[in-house]
């Protein structure tokens, strides 16, 4: 969001208050949007088609990758790097041409301060003798000056445009000589680079702000100014010719891992995304959190965190997420009692969330399968529970808030069923939904076995004909357009049964990425492809169900649809393109400079080694570098920066964290500086609809996600919230623990529980919710889980293990250049008959230097290697496992202590209530 943008906001709400509605207009939240996710210019004539025509090429080339068709025919396969070059040059190309400079002094600044500064580092870098840098650097300055108009393009931007697509096909038209030429870039190679990097952060600046072009601009400065950093940070001088080949021309830096997951999956998400909210999903979920919650205490509030919950499953935008539900569902909170800063907050901390909500998780779940190593589905594992815990907590906020200011929900138009009834209904419709999934999953086996060769089209046809079915269903009920000046809410049934064909393609979706086990790109594109057919087919079924006629006119629309579906998700993925290209730039540079190990010695130095100092930051690092950036490129600066960094010092400070825990940490605090005030962008389109203080809708968003903030670091030191060595049985039990311990943490927080809190209720209802969390904390104590045992006895305190459990090593040694570190490994014991025989059977051979314990050689590929043992390393300490009490034990005070509380409260409640009933008997 530009900083005219920002300005305007209290502009546009004193207007709009003045007409009668407080917030921006509906036309400016649209353009609103469209400025920030999809390009605010919109060229009238030629110049507008040409945009849509590229546009629509790109969602086809994408379409066309992704599917099976090129590999089947033998035509149009491109490789991995070929086709990022293309994804690039399209996002490139409508960047400069659907995104206009902005005007404000600092970002026009900014503009000529970074392509001025880069062309003098480049010159310098490549000893005085590229003087061509200070030309392309000019260059590109004049064309920032001249000035960029929203509703044409001038030549200027026209040249911008086609060399930023020409520097990045590049690599696809001399592909061959560059892998001929691999490490040894030629002239031709540093010009194109050159020109690549300057236009690629003007096109940052322009579609992203200016948060993370300064962010790459300062780690480029960093790669050439090495040598003069202080000596904590110092690193060996880069010349251009190896910066460039790093960061252009091979796949180190911006056609990196990136922007390869940006190629292969996010852009084909996105676009479903799109496809799906063009059909009338974006409605129909919004209509149907609302039938299902808007009558309750606060309702409005409850249904716009769920309808956010779902919205957030398929979009890859914060912004995009609070202006699509909140212009729905701001005013009606504000209808029955929210202020304007809560309504916002509310929406906010609601629609931030959808980041963290599997499948998508604003693309950053697709990053992980790439940068953790693990497969797509374990992704959303680990990261299923905290988001729903969270979400759970973030209902039962609202209804704290309600139940503090007395809010009542909106009227129904109906007269609800007794709640037995209710119940004995909810319970035969989750009883079906069982019956159809074990039908479905057994019967699709069936199909697959029986009929190997035609297995797929059976099972097509047989998804048609129940969408055709749900479609004639839906073609008997009527859905009216969601208002922000609603008196009734919409009767539940009809309006679930209104689109249930919109859940056939998520379906499809989840059952190839969870059940087939198909990469997120083969699966991602049969989810778009049948969405496809659902908006080809969708008017015309309608027409033909509810015998309006015109079906050639409701086919031509349905095909407009299409389109206009195709256009927005290669429009929408114009600034995540380059959000990921912009990235690689920090991630080839962090590879190339060893920053990383650096940043873990800040750290270190700033935390004195005690790991939740290093926790905290870490956290507080992951909100500064995540200011201001959309989701993807937050967490790739983030987890490039930081996840290592907690990896390296938690395991030298005993605290070994699985790899996909540091990567959900630091991406949860990534995301949180889309709330954060100052720069917290939600926040600000949140208020912009509201007509609220943005500052003060930021701060009370940012209490409500508390919740969110401290789940990371408790699945940091319990794995088992992410589900990680735990049985069906062991994860349901975590579920409904770890969601009574969020709710109370929640209760504490708000400080209202049945009643308004005491201080000390307050602080009891922390420590119930921790105990929850972590009994294992208070039982450590009571019974430490280790004995420490002298290095020399290390046999005797392997043959007491039990086979599986891990023995604890303190170990002494060096890194990887040559700085001496210590660390603790956990060694899994395998089977034997003596200590000696099984620390054998692990890979470890000793010797002893007098009072010293000596790793004198590890076996390759053994378990004493996986545990990052070496040779020449010295035992420290070992840890033996020792018998403990069940941790769940600790459950019992703190359930005791919260019966106490339960008890205190609901005596304040009860005289409360009979202290108000006269009043209102008057």
């Not at 297995?455 to 004909?465: H, K, M, P, R």
């Not at 008196?487 to 989840?510: A, N």
């Not at 299409?562 to 993925?573: E, F, K, Q, Y």
């Amino acid at each position: 969001m530009s900083d005219k943008d920002k300005d305007q906001f209290q502009a546009s709400a004193v207007e709009n208050e003045a007409s009668g509605r407080a917030g921006m207009s509906q036309d400016e939240l649209d353009q609103l949007v469209a400025s920030t996710d999809a390009g605010g210019r919109s060229p009238s004539g030629p110049v507008g088609k040409l945009i849509v025509v590229v546009a629509l090429a790109w969602s086809l080339f994408q379409l066309w990758i992704a599917s099976p068709l090129p590999y089947m025919i033998g035509v149009g396969v491109f490789g991995a790097t070929e086709a990022r070059s293309f994804h690039l040059a399209f996002a490139l190309f409508l960047g400069f041409m659907a995104f206009p400079a902005a005007r404000t002094p600092f970002q026009l600044g900014l503009g000529v301060a970074v392509p001025l500064i880069l062309s003098i580092l480049f010159f310098i870098g490549s000893g005085g003798t590229a003087w061509w840098t200070l030309l392309i650097g000019a260059a590109v300055i004049v064309c920032v000056l001249l000035g960029s108009p929203k509703d044409r393009v001038p030549p200027w931007e026209w040249a911008l445009a086609l060399f930023g697509a020409g520097s990045a096909l590049y690599i696809y038209l001399a592909y061959e000589g560059i892998s001929n030429r691999v490490g040894a870039p030629i002239t031709q190679d540093l010009v194109v680079g050159v020109i690549g990097l300057l236009l690629l952060l003007e096109a940052t600046r322009r579609s992203l702000g200016p948060a993370l072009m300064i962010v790459a601009t300062v780690f480029l400065g960093y790669t050439f100014l090495g040598p003069y950093m202080p000596q904590l940070i110092a690193h060996s001088a880069k010349s251009l010719g190896v910066v460039m080949n790093h960061q252009w021309i091979t796949t180190q830096g911006v056609f990196g891992i990136a922007l390869g997951v940006s190629t292969s999956f996010v852009f084909l998400f996105v676009l479903f995304g799109s496809l799906l909210d063009k059909a009338g999903a974006g409605n129909y979920f919004i209509q149907v959190a609302f039938s299902l919650m808007g009558h309750m205490k606060g309702g409005p509030a409850k249904a716009a965190v769920v309808s956010s919950a779902m919205t957030g499953l398929i979009s890859g935008s914060s912004i995009a997420n609070v202006v699509t539900t909140g212009t729905f569902t701001i005013p009606l909170m504000k209808k029955v009692g929210f202020n304007s800063s809560k309504a916002g907050a509310v929406e906010v901390a609601s629609s931030v969330n959808g980041q963290i909500m599997p499948p998508v998780m604003g693309a950053a779940a697709f990053l992980m399968v790439e940068y953790v190593g693990i497969p797509y589905f374990d992704v959303v594992k680990h990261a299923f529970l905290p988001a729903v815990i969270s979400y759970i907590a973030l209902v039962y906020i609202v209804h704290l808030e309600a139940l503090k200011a007395g809010m009542e929900g909106l009227p129904r138009a109906y007269t609800p069923k007794p709640i037995v009834q209710r119940l004995i209904g909810m319970a035969f419709i989750i009883a079906a939904i069982c019956a159809l999934s074990f039908i479905v999953y057994y019967g699709m086996g069936w199909i697959r076995t029986v009929f190997p060769d035609t297995a797929g089209w059976i099972l097509f046809v047989l998804l048609t004909a129940i969408y055709v079915g749900l479609v004639y269903i839906a073609s008997k009920e009527t859905i009216p357009e969601m208002s922000d000046d609603a008196k009734t809410l919409p009767l539940p049934g009809p309006t679930v049964r209104s689109g249930l064909h919109f859940i056939l393609p998520v379906v499809v979706l989840v059952w190839a990425l969870m059940v087939d086990r198909l990469s997120p790109g083969l699966s991602a594109f049969y989810a778009a492809a049948y969405m496809i057919f659902i908006l080809l087919t969708q008017r015309p079924l309608m027409a033909l169900f509810r015998g309006q006629g015109q079906y050639a006119t409701a086919a031509r629309n349905g095909v407009v649809d299409l389109i206009d579906g195709l256009v927005t998700g290669a429009r929408n993925m114009i600034g995540i393109g380059i959000a990921t290209a912009t990235a690689g730039i920090i991630v080839g540079a962090v590879s190339q400079t060893g920053v990383g190990s650096a940043l873990a010695d800040v750290v270190e130095v700033l935390s004195g080694g005690n790991i939740l100092a290093i926790l905290f930051l870490t956290a507080i690092l992951s909100l500064i570098l995540g200011m201001g950036l959309p989701t993807t490129a937050n967490y790739i600066v983030v987890s490039a920066l930081l996840a290592p960094v907690i990896v390296t010092l938690g395991q030298q400070n005993g605290l070994i964290v699985p790899l996909i825990a540091v990567h959900l940490f630091v991406f949860y605090f990534g995301i949180m500086a889309d709330v954060t005030p100052p720069v917290g962008l939600a926040s600000f389109a949140a208020a912009a609809v509201s007509g609220g203080d943005p500052i003060r809708t930021g701060a009370v968003a940012f209490f409500y996600s508390l919740r969110t903030a401290a789940l990371p670091f408790l699945f940091i030191f319990n794995t088992q919230l992410l589900l990680i060595d735990v049985t069906w049985i062991q994860g349901i039990f975590v579920f409904v623990i770890a969601t009574i311990a969020m709710l109370l943490f929640a209760a504490a927080t708000q400080g209202w529980f049945l009643a308004k809190n005491r201080i000390y209720e307050t602080i009891a209802l922390l420590l119930i919710a921790f105990t929850l969390f972590r009994p294992g904390f208070w039982m450590d104590m009571v019974y430490p889980p280790y004995e420490p045992v002298p290095p020399t006895n290390i046999e005797a305190a392997a043959e007491g293990t039990p086979v599986g459990e891990p023995l604890r090593l303190r170990i002494a040694g060096v890194n990887e250049i040559g700085e001496p570190l210590e660390f603790t490994a956990l060694l899994d014991m395998p089977e034997g008959e003596t200590g000696a025989e099984r620390l054998e059977n692990a890979g470890l051979i000793f010797r002893e230097e007098g009072d010293s314990l000596i790793i004198d050689d590890v076996m390759f590929d053994s378990a004493a290697q996986d545990a990052g043992l070496d040779w020449d390393q010295e035992v420290l300490r070992v840890l033996q496992p020792q018998w403990q009490p069940s941790k769940y034990l600790m459950f019992i005070p703190a359930f005791l202590v919260l019966g106490l509380i339960v008890w205190m409260q609901r005596g304040r409640a009860a005289q409360a209530s009979a202290g108000r009933r006269p009043q209102a008997a008057e």
